[in-house]
């Protein structure tokens, strides 16, 4: 089968001098450089999330990266589900990842760091609200229906126009 993973995609990341990479490597053999990146089961949802806020990482705290992880993360459930604390481990790889993540030691020195259970809630706590269909729909419909009041009582109606 060649030196290529058979039926296999995976994701890759590192650090060099130039900052960090990530590559997805996938069944067909091809290797592509992204920005983020999501794979598996209901990884659409997560690829539109990242997609939608890419532009904020390369300002984004690692605090804030964390959290743009998990919220991208719990938009691959199902609406109703919600993550467990309990099965989520995340893991920080690069420079200063065993630094507090609140401070400027947080970007030097190549360490690794897992980071689960109780010191997750912080950032479960942290997540967005969900906007569901539901609810985006009747934000629209209220929007819709205060501009259409608005426009009735300044504009005169068909039957009032004078030629």
Partial sequence: YGKRPYGVGFLIIGVDGA????FEFSPTGNCLEYVAMALGARSASA???LERNFEKFPEA????LLL???TAL??????SKELDLD???V?????????DLNTAAARSGEKFRIIEGDELKPYFDRIPTRVTAGS????AAAATETSTEATESADPGIGDMQE
Avoid: E, F, N
């Fill in 47 to 49: 690829k539109t999330y």
């Fill in 136 to 139: 985006a729909a009747a934000a």
């Fill in 68 to 70: 743009h992880g998990l």
């Fill in 91 to 99: 893991s920080l790889v690069g420079p200063g990842a065993d630094a």
């Fill in 61 to 64: 705290s690692l605090d804030d």
């Fill in 74 to 79: 719990r938009d691959t459930l199902p609406q």
């Fill in 87 to 89: 099965a989520i481990s």
């Fill in 19 to 22: 900052g960090p990479h990530l």
